[in-house]
């Protein structure tokens, strides 16, 4: 599981970069593709750093030319803004769908607002108490559990239970409206569970039911003690993904989890990131290069009610599950599709399109070839002299012509001046007598 990091998207502060973007977008799959391993970071940062140096290289050596040229070269910066409003699904991926309004007329609004009293006044306190309660269920046979019983199966299948349970607990605080489609998932050696991502409360709905080990990024504060105390039982594996270190570790875990046909089965949402859940960004091929038979989930989200995405951008965790909490209800289907294996000739990349692709028709999502790590890159911040080279060519080229606009009416002058003595000199000769 991963979530959004606080951050900007690249394109957004980074004036020139969306221009790049644009004009190499058939390119993404090739020269943007993150690989990974140890030096998926620097590939991914060294071509951005490249292409956007090389724009910047190609400005500042553009030969001198009108007014008309110099702004037709300078044009990837007002591209930037007309990019932004015309097509940039990239940003789209990762944006709350706004609903639209419908309350503010005379005769609708007053229903409207009795909704809100009912949501807020009535449900949210009950949802609050079915919450609390069974956390305190939860936490008190957990670690009575731990305390009493000595590692083993026995244990771990009934820690997995309350787990279960308290995921269960997590949906009734939404009202949540879910219907599983497809068989149970088993334990089975070899086998691996992938889904898209929209949210965080993805892993609690599937956990809900039937248990899964997931592979998620370590957070801090209540959901970070939950993850180090509570679902290290399951076998879940944390990481750090700005840590290569960790990358590396957790692939060695990943493989000797799946290997076990007694291990929890194991839940990686391939995206690395949260997605809005009308766009399906590039599936990571590390998972698809383990050898396992890859089994698809495909989530989708009813916004009837409310939308499920999580931005951390705009909200933590806590605020995003009130919003949860105070809506009407979660509605979701769960889709546990047909397993797929590599077939002969089939490279890793493409494998993982191909289970992108099943997700995506199933769940109703639109494919994009953006890498979700794009989302956490920002390059003004890691090399902003980069962005003060852009504002010195830009600088210049306007700097230039205002100085060409100021030198031309004094030499309009100049030649007037020297026209109209020639003028008077010749006036003066012809006035003399021979």
Known sequence: MASEKKGQISGVTVPGLRSLRSRGRERSLDDLNLMEGSDAKTNIEGKIENLFEAEEDRLSHTTKGSVLQELLDISPILS???AAIVDDSFLRCFTSMEPDPWNWNFYLFPMWWMGAIVRFLILFPIRVVILMGGFLIFF???FSVRAIMKDGPKRREIERGLVKFQCSMFVASWTGVVKFHGPRPVKKANRVWVANHTSMIDYIILCSYSPFAVIMQLHAGWVGFLQTSVLSCLGCLWF???EVKDRKIVAEKMSSHISSGE???LLIFPEGTCVN???????KKGTFELGAVVCPIAIKYNKIFVDAFWNSRRQSFTAHLLKMMTSWAVVCDVYFLEPQSLQAGETPQEFSSRVQKIIA??????????DGYLKYYNLGEKHPQLIEKR????AHSVRRHLMEVNEAPQSDHAVDVETSSSLKQRRSQASIPE
């Open 361 to 370: 028709d199933q769940a109703r999502l639109r494919i994009v070839p953006w």
């Open 140 to 142: 008190t046979l957990f």
């Open 240 to 242: 750090n993904r700005t």
């Open 391 to 394: 504002r010195r060519v830009f």
């Open 277 to 283: 859940n009308e766009y399906c960004v590039m599936f």
């Open 80 to 82: 930037d803004g007309a």
């Open 263 to 265: 291990s929890t089965p």
